[in-house]
């Protein structure tokens, strides 16, 4: 019985930390050469007045506006974000620096 109780916790455990993981995106950051601002908040990221759905699995960004899907990828180093296309390198992707989380 003390076994059992012990892997339903460890399942409960299992099961509330991935559906809880914390999205790295959410804050504001800011392009430094056009001044442009994007700010993310739980499923939306908002730019240049206007607002976007999207969801993250793992590195990879899904953008949903008007009915259509565009997907790219993203890396955070040291408090810049790099957003590309796949098959591209990150380094070659312009940088927004954090400005708030």
Known sequence: MKKLLSIIIVFVLMF???G???N??????KDD???MEVT???DTVSMMGFSLEYKVSGNK???SFMGEENVGYFKIVDDKLYMYEEGEDYKDAPALIRVEK
């Open 20 to 22: 809880c993981g914390s």
């Open 24 to 29: 790295e995106l959410i804050g504001t950051w």
């Open 40 to 42: 993310f908040t739980e």
């Open 33 to 35: 050469t056009l001044g």
């Open 16 to 18: 509330s930390l991935t």
């Open 61 to 63: 960004i899904t953008m």
